[in-house]
């Protein structure tokens, strides 16, 4: 089983920042892949970036330029720099990680909200 924990959402203005935390825990010894997803009000949940086990990261059209993925050393916790933020950008911010050991294995947290506005 894996646990993933979301943090540092919160309100910012347009054109700001925000970093955003995604730690996981229990049996993550093989960790294919860290991503973070968002989901608007009345929207579906899109994908806004990923970063794989050997460090390659993949971003959403809308996003790049302005996000940033990145982890730290032990491969556990994923980041998220998400600069110059516009209102469009508001939504509940979800990370996944992705277990392959045999079989694919996909664990959610509980999500962070973000909210963009003046």
């Known amino acids: 089983q894996v646990q993933v924990e979301e943090s540092g959402g919160g309100l910012v203005q347009p054109g700001g920042s925000l970093r955003v935390s995604c730690a996981a825990s229990?049996?993550?010894?093989?960790?294919?892949?860290m991503a973070w997803s968002r989901q608007a009000p009345g929207k579906q949940r899109e994908l806004v970036a990923i970063?794989?086990?050997?460090?390659?990261?993949d971003y959403a059209d809308s996003v790049k330029g302005r996000f940033t993925i990145s982890r730290d050393n032990a491969k556990t916790t994923a980041y998220l720099q998400m600069n110059s933020l516009r209102p469009e950008d508001t939504a509940v911010y979800y990370c996944?990680?992705?277990?392959?050991?045999?079989?694919?294995?996909?664990?959610w947290g509980q999500g962070t909200q973000v909210t963009v506005s003046s």
């Open positions: 996944n990680v992705e277990i392959r050991v045999g079989i694919r294995q996909i664990y």
């Open positions: 229990g049996t993550v010894s093989s960790i294919y892949a």
């Open positions: 970063i794989f086990s050997g460090g390659n990261t």
